[in-house]
């Protein structure tokens, strides 16, 4: 769905890419984060979009679907994101307060420990 509708707004804003931050790890329990997915994904926006179906391309790149956890965790703190104000949980609270024990929240912190590097996600 959420590829759905970034096609949609692509093409209202006249966009030329999608960029969607799934990761093949977790495809055991969200199987749209498999490359293949994304594969048929794009090959769908060739169907179903005008302005692809005109001539002008809409490219969905997926730049952490083959990075280990711990490589995107580094790659974060390389470029200055505040890992602090991101949550990865399905199960956050209102406050973004992650769960701690979701497949999500575990591998998140499996990437945190094989980078070396303390996560400081807040759970409830």
Do not use: H
Request: aromatic share 12%; proline share 4%.
């Amino acid at each position: 769905m959420f590829l759905a509708y970034a096609l949609a707004w692509a093409e209202v804003i006249d966009a030329s890419a999608i960029y969607i931050g799934v990761n093949s790890l977790d495809y055991s329990g969200y199987p749209d984060c498999r490359p293949a997915y994304i594969n048929a994904v794009q090959n769908m926006m060739g169907l179903a979009a005008k302005k692809v179906v005109e001539g002008s391309p809409i490219f969905l790149y997926a730049p952490l679907i083959e990075k280990s956890k711990a490589d995107i965790v580094k790659t974060g703190m390389e470029l200055g994101v505040d890992c602090g104000l991101t949550v990865s949980s399905y199960q956050a609270d209102e406050e973004g307060n992650a769960y701690g024990l979701c497949d999500s929240c575990r591998l998140r912190k499996q990437g945190f420990a094989y980078a070396q590097l303390c996560d400081p996600t807040r759970c409830w």
